[in-house]
C-alpha cells in the first residue's frame, strides 16, 4: 500500500514556474515507476510526465522542454518542475505510483491555475 501527497500548486502567471512535490509513504518508493498526471474541467486525465526506478523519464509533447521530472528515494518523494507555464496547464495536478505508467496508486491531486 502507498499513500502519496501532493503539494506546491497554486496560482501563477503566465511565463512563471511552480514545482510540484510528491510525498510517498507505506511501501518500498524506490521500486515504483512514479508520475505526474493531470485533469482540466471538462477534460479527461492526461499523462505528464513519468520517471521509472531507473530515472529513465518520458513526457508528454505539450511539456517537452517546460517540465522536468525527478525522483529522490531517499525522501520518498517525486518532484515536477514546470517553467514557462501557459494558460492550458491549468489543471489538478495529480501523483501517481506503480508498477508502470497509470499505476495503482493516487494522490488527492492539487491545483495549479496559471492566469493573469
Known amino acids: 500500500q502507498v499513500q502519496l501527497v501532493e503539494s506546491g500548486g497554486g496560482l501563477v502567471q503566465p511565463g512563471g514556474s511552480l514545482r510540484l512535490s510528491c510525498a510517498a509513504s507505506g511501501s518500498i518508493f524506490s521500486i515504483y515507476a512514479m508520475g505526474w ?14 520517471i521509472t526506478s531507473s530515472r529513465s523519464t518520458g513526457y508528454a509533447d505539450s511539456v517537452k522542454g517546460r517540465f522536468t521530472i525527478s525522483r ?23 501523483c501517481n505510483a506503480g508498477s508502470g505508467n497509470w499505476g495503482k ?6 491545483q495549479v491555475t496559471v492566469s493573469s
Do not use: F, I
Not at 75 to 93: F, I, K, W
Not at 105 to 110: D, I, L, V
Open 37 to 50: 498526471y493531470r485533469q482540466a474541467p471538462g477534460k479527461q486525465r492526461e499523462l505528464v510526465a513519468t
Open 72 to 94: 529522490d528515494n531517499a525522501q520518498n518523494a517525486v518532484y515536477l518542475q514546470m517553467n514557462s507555464l501557459r494558460p492550458e496547464d491549468t489543471a489538478v495536478y495529480y
Open 105 to 110: 496508486y493516487w494522490g488527492q491531486g492539487t
